[in-house]
């Protein structure tokens, strides 16, 4: 079904913006790993709202650990968390239920569900679906850190600011969070915050790119054909309201090249074959090739803005203006980096489980 | 398993480059459909190697429907298709099965199954298995086709060329497999051919962008957050080889632009709602709006070059030189132009089933 | 997944015997369907412990629904559903933590998660568990009222008592739920009672056999060979704890038929087709035929027992005797009615969403 | 899809009784693993028709192996298995197209597809399509036996005849198939070929029960709730044709027993937990005990009778008499007893994968 993700290791999520909670059950999971509402709580710290320059929205996001674990550990089963909606005003949705707001999925819901899907703030599609993507993500990479596999992922667009030199992983480790607009080169931080700030005063939003990279996945992971590394990353990363574009190792860019210089050479460096360049993104084949896996999300502008747009009212299919009222993120990338964090770590937990490479069961 | 795709309608790919032979099952096409050898032939010869500046290989490639139809319909069963591997020479892979081709799935291939995968010619991981695809994909377009859905795909750069202006649809639809690099534009058709037959000349290779839309597809089609349409769609592309990025409508452009200028407001126009712009290609919250669905595959350079590289001797782990003999196509952007139709053909009829849009039975 | 049962219309499990909730996530209701607690109570109601001659654990078993509906209706995404878990002791269970209660799934579940599993009432192994089922199954059974089918469910034998002839469908929908055993037939459930008060007074528990019938099915619900009515139907009831054995229509008495006598001939009464008896149990080819879909489930006696029995000591490897406290239910085929009817609801909306005949929006 | 089942042994079926060929695709076999035609050919040979007394179709069945192995090991890609239809005659089906055969799927697939099914024997409903099962069955046989695991099956009873006593592994290992109608017990064998040869003299059938016995498993093979071993081996058994009931065990005996007696206690023997009686048929909690896994499966007399039956015409909705000609088996328990291994095979392969316990590559 649409609302889960993944085959050996899976979170099916849950809720509505404007409904009683959001949430995420986790299949899959190994039994005996170490694993405290804490360990979720700080994950979900990460995009939780109400941070610099993000959505007006105050919620405290406090994860309820409902099943999968007993005495610390998780026992083999399912594993339900949920986060309560508190801070929920719907009379602007009430109001302007039938005049769709640009480039959310208001309109297109309503023809789907003939006007039955919850139109409170987008329902169940709402970007606060994502914390159980970061909740899910959260035991993804808790059960990735045993195998001593790294998730980097930080900001490296926001509108016209680019980072332009390669950040170095320790950077981005030490970084990433520490920016408030999760960039690691702080140069470029301040004056995407400066960006930011500009955006919000004059009711309008940008996009942004957010790159990610795996640090030591073993050689091999990623199934044959459909299930490659790539296929399975876009799929959960083309999740994430918002997401329009997505590119591995030299992406676009190899589109141009020749293959005498896109090809990776293979070399041997203290007994481990290596490729001199990484062009391809870690990933040959579909598998992985021990190379930092990387890529790159493209995140279109926040669609919610204070400026009057034109839209058209459902019921009597004439034209109407539309404002979005409330503050909103001037840049959905800022918060979507944990988001882009936990999936990958969802897709890269399930690709590992099923080449058995996490046991069944995990601890002593 | 990794060798199907689809939940509703599904392809179950199967052979080997250098094996019997490569073919299709496909599940869940409706009942009564016309469908004979010819249908599938005809996509089939789309991608046959041997044409203008494509591989050495002379495969007739000529398809036998084993099951799944009687009477000229299709009887709702599993449709079997097979294709021969009749132009097969594997020594040259016998003497180099231990030096992985930069840039091929050999090494992690290799690592994967401990050297017991099929080694000749990629084995399973070759991109001959994508006859599959455009065999499964004949039979999505027919069903598509009765519901007036119509999918355009053709090459829109290979290396530094790239089509500037925007392409009509029916320039798409009557050029694009006339010209041999599948490239409406005639003029950049020319320069692109001439591109390839320098690169041939030194034994190097480019790579290409390929651009799709599909027309005509009614609101709504496809499923919340997992099974968005972007989701599908890039988890499909991504499974053909050689394929390295790929955007939506504007994709990365929106990265770079302003809310509003992003949002496509609405408009009405005889009666039906659409968009001012497209930047979303098609797609609001993973549903399709009514608009052409628009998206662009970045295709990275054939990795086979004549030109010598350096690879690794998987026994001795002391590095070695490879030159990959044979002519190799020198873009497979061009060859994969009816490949990554059949992809897209096939992921839209499987959200066209399950949003109930394709009846259990065609006919009468 | 493992927790999660059907594909079209799915219900995922949680949660522990002795953890904080158990629930369920439900996927593929039709959005528009109109749906209250009450709605789902009603059914729960029907195995809620602390009944007649059922278990001494005292749970209100008050649902919470959490996601899934609006204004009274679903609204097309996952709807989920909460049972607080109240009355729960384990200290029984922390002291005999390492002796395997015989004919439970102490042993096997020991091993199988060395250890981690919650051994607290069985964990997610627990009937307890099955509220979930009757949360799911109140949903579906509300999606197939809407198609005028209904699911009559009954006890026809504990122990030594069976009921000896064929019970009217009338009769079984008036009084099935008003017996405290569960049985239609007024006289035989007098002695089934007084059986059950004799077991329970002698510390012992014996089994039982449930028959369920579909009526107003339509022709042609099942898909071919895999998923055949009788393969889900199977699939789902196993999955029920206790459950040892299932036959269809005339089931095993069919291996000593002769085929002449077996056959179900057809006729046509009032122009529609039908056949004169139903040995097949309404399934031909593992399609509905429009006959009454009938089928009975053999359970096991209860395991849970307070004579002493004999088990070993998991870290000792010494054999060990054990005595269940608590009183349990003497028969678990009483309690096991409503989850049989719910199974068998949710495995019918299954196929009938698959075979179209749910549409994705219900209502006006 | 339906064609299909298993998740990660997976085998997808394809073919119709009167097309070209039937066949099997299996995905999730371990590269490595010795794998020969003839390996598939001597089970495939076991349900061969033409043998005593059995359906008077010649047919050699002869298997090809396309795709999935090369130099006589698996490579880690589907395995593609191919028998062509080679004695086909369809006139008989031709002329009788609308009068559907009591028992048979014939009338509820027509409605299901509105006709457009393959009506010649049967289409992809025939018993044919199990010949995919049998091939599917043998490599997971295979796989199975690289972990000591056998899988002992025979018939126990045909019409009034019944096994009487525990027949031992050891006599039905070495008897079953040299029995003609696979009975391990000589006596009754005897008996039954008698009882057959009475049937097909007085044109009518008889139904019979299977029992299958799986040796040397692990402990915990099954996954909790919807994936336990009983579910998933009723699922794929119920996709035999003729099957109508199954029972685990001691079965729907179990019903009439007391707790006391029906629990197996568990004791140590040489280091080992065993139970002292095996009424649970080695499953507790849906996972293996270790004991010896036991189930029998009834199987309803040969559909296809050469005594005339009442039909009706689906063209004019009129009564109307049916004699199906040619020569069938007395009692399809017979042929049934390869294919009830191989689906049972390839059940437990699939959970024995799920459960890493069989590892990705095999071999040196």
Not at 254 to 265: H, K, P, T, Y
Request: aromatic content about 6%; hydrophobic content about 35%.
């Amino acid at each position: 079904m649409s609302f889960g993700f993944g085959r050996d290791f899976r979170a099916t999520l849950f809720g509505e913006s404007h409904g009683k909670a959001v949430g995420a059950v986790v299949e899959g999971c190994p039994a005996g790993l170490q694993l405290t509402e804490g360990d979720i709580q700080q994950e979900l710290d990460k995009r939780r709202p109400g941070q610099v320059l993000t959505t007006g929205r105050r919620e405290r996001d406090l994860v309820r650990l409902l099943s999968g674990a007993v005495n610390g550990r998780t026992d083999g089963g399912p594993i339900t968390m949920l986060v309560a909606n508190e801070d929920v005003d719907s009379s602007w949705y009430e109001k302007h239920r039938y005049i769709p707001r640009p480039g959310h999925a208001d309109y297109t819901a309503f023809i789907k569900y003939r006007g039955f899907n919850d139109y409170r703030g987008g329902g169940f599609f709402s970007g606060r679906l994502t914390a159980g993507i970061v909740m899910g993500g959260a035991i993804a990479k808790k059960i990735l850190s045993t195998q001593g596999i790294k998730i980097l992922t930080h900001v490296v667009q926001i509108g016209g600011i680019k980072v332009g030199t390669q950040i170095k992983d320790e950077q981005v480790e030490e970084f990433a969070y520490s920016s408030p607009v999760r960039c690691a080169d702080k140069g470029k931080s301040g004056l995407m915050v400066a960006e930011l700030e500009r955006l919000a005063a004059e009711h309008d939003s940008t996009g942004g790119v957010i790159e990610c990279r795996v640090l030591n996945l073993p050689v091999g992971i990623g199934e044959p054909i459909f299930d490659s590394m790539e296929s399975l990353i876009s799929h959960g990363i083309f999740s994430i309201p918002a997401v329009k574009a997505i590119e591995f190792g030299s992406g676009f860019r190899l589109s141009g090249m020749r293959g005498s210089g896109a090809n990776d050479e293979f070399c041997v460096k203290e007994g481990k074959i290596l490729t001199k360049t990484n062009n391809s993104g870690g990933i040959l084949g579909g598998l992985t090739n021990g190379m930092p896996l990387v890529f790159r999300v493209g995140i279109k502008p926040t669609s919610s803005i204070g400026r009057p747009q034109q839209s058209v009212d459902l019921r009597t299919m004439k034209e109407a203006e539309l404002r979005v009222e409330g503050r909103h993120d001037p840049c959905i990338a800022v918060r979507a980096v944990p988001v882009v964090e936990g999936m990958t770590s969802i897709c890269i937990t399930d690709l590992m489980v099923r080449a058995q490479m996490i046991p069944r069961t995990i601890g002593d």
